[in-house]
C-alpha cells in the first residue's frame, strides 16, 4: 500500500516562507511524476506545482509562479516544496500526489492515484 506523508506545514506571517515535504513508505517515488495540490475552506481543489520523474520538467499554477519551487531527492525519496513570499491566500491543506503514469507531470489532479493526507499552511497577514 502507498502511503504519501506530508509534513511541515505551520503558521508563518505574510511575506514569510516554509518547506513542505512528502516522503512515501513502501513505495520508491523516484519512478513517478509528483504534484502538489492545496484546497482551502469553501474552495475547490487547486494545482501547485508538479515535477517529472526525473526531476527536469516542472510546471507551476498560475497564482505560485515565482514564488514556489518543486524539488525532488531520488536518494531521499522525497519531494518538496519551497514556499517564499507567503500571502494570506496561500492558507490551504496543502497535499502531495502520485501521478499514474510517468512522464513530464501534470496538473490535472485525475491524474494523480495516491494523495497524502495533507499539510495544514497558515499565513498570517
Known amino acids: 500500500q502507498v502511503q504519501l506523508v506530508e509534513s511541515g506545514g505551520g503558521l508563518v506571517q505574510a511575506g514569510g516562507s516554509l518547506t513542505l515535504s512528502c516522503t512515501s513508505s513502501?513505495?520508491?517515488?523516484?519512478?513517478?511524476?509528483m504534484g502538489w495540490f492545496r484546497q482551502a475552506p469553501g474552495k475547490e481543489r487547486e494545482f501547485v506545482a508538479t515535477i517529472n520523474f526525473s526531476g527536469g520538467i516542472t510546471e507551476y499554477g498560475d497564482s505560485v509562479k515565482g514564488r514556489f519551487t518543486i524539488s525532488r531527492d531520488h536518494i531521499k525519496n522525497a519531494v518538496y516544496l519551497q514556499m517564499n513570499v507567503l500571502k494570506p491566500e496561500d492558507t490551504a491543506v496543502y497535499y502531495c500526489?502520485?501521478?499514474?503514469?510517468?512522464?513530464?507531470?501534470?496538473?490535472?489532479?485525475?491524474?494523480?492515484?495516491?494523495w497524502g493526507q495533507g499539510t495544514q499552511v497558515t499565513v498570517s497577514s
Open positions: 513502501g513505495q520508491y517515488l523516484n519512478s513517478f511524476d
Open positions: 500526489a502520485r501521478r499514474k503514469i510517468p512522464g513530464s507531470g501534470s496538473r490535472w489532479y485525475y491524474d494523480y492515484d495516491y
